[in-house]
């Protein structure tokens, strides 16, 4: 994968970890849509969610903060 860029994509979060974690979530819930509306993807789910994670689009909001 050359686009986006990992440089671009760490701009949009805070760590790799997060990155993952937000681009598997996406490209689930879009191969879900893909399924329900029969409609193919115009490209894979995991490409489509780093553009959109890129983009500004995809964005989290973390629910806990790890500590104790």
């Known amino acids: ?3 986006p860029s990992l440089d671009e994509l760490m701009t ?3 760590s790799r ?3 993952v974690v937000a681009a598997a979530k996406r490209a689930r819930l879009l191969t ?3 399924i329900r509306t ?3 993807l115009k490209a894979k789910s995991v490409t489509l ?3 959109e994670i890129s983009r500004g689009d995809v964005t989290y909001r973390r629910t ?3 500590q104790k």
Request: no cysteine.
């Open 1 to 3: 994968m050359n686009k």
């Open 12 to 14: 949009r979060v805070d």
């Open 17 to 19: 970890y997060t990155l």
């Open 32 to 34: 879900e849509e893909e």
């Open 38 to 40: 029969n409609q193919p």
């Open 49 to 51: 969610a780093l553009e």
């Open 64 to 66: 806990r903060s790890g």
